[in-house]
């Protein structure tokens, strides 16, 4: 089933692992994709990697209003639309327990987090408003329990789901549907430089806690964020989409 058939998705953070993921879903499923990052190296293999031509790379700093906004009036203006609007961009965080922890260190990812999800959503939102709908995506989510060492991140996760439910309320009159998917950790986005002991260790425990016995894999994610963003999905807002394998029930 093609599910975004002429549809126009931007895609920040497009070079990395998640954000690649999504294009490749997207782009499967019939949309046209922006992709937005700061390096066009990583941005443009990414877009030679979808067939077609249906990705189109823009060196764009996603925490620059001026940036954002000028990025997506080029978008409107090639296309006329956009009907999607995904950030997924990493947010710097430094993960060590609060009482090792710089305070700047500390403050960052949950600075970087709010500046970019409200940017980029800010951006958007009237031409979504004038077209009468759109999808809002972003990928983290959060819960009531955390694990020790992780500095702001688990704090800038729920920065995001609080921005979430603001724009959801907000938009939701103007047929504007936000979303977060939901993960407890993808493997194959884990970086290349990672020792291989390491490696396993955290992989072992984070499929320990899944019912499924394995991870939400990058093609889970272009599957699930390509429904969330179709008109299959047109009754779900201002929710997560959990897709970690029952490693956080909600």
Known sequence: MIMLTEKIAVIYGGAGPVGAAMARGFARNGARVHLAGRTEQTLRAVADSIPDGAATPHVVDALDREAV????????????????????????????????????????????????????????????IEQGGGVILAFGGSGPQTVPGLGGFKIALDTLEGIRRQWAVELGPHGIRVITLKSGGIGEALPDSMPAADRRQLLDSLTAPTLLGRLATLADVGNVASFAASDLAASITSTELNISCGATPT
């Open 69 to 128: 906004d000028g990025f997506v009036g080029r978008v409107l203006a090639a296309e006329g639309r956009i009907d999607i609007s995904a950030n997924v961009i990493g947010v710097g965080d430094v993960q060590r327990p609060l009482l090792e922890i710089d305070p700047d260190e500390f403050v960052h990812p949950i600075a970087t987090m709010a500046r970019t999800q409200f940017l980029t959503t800010r951006a958007v939102a009237p031409a979504m």
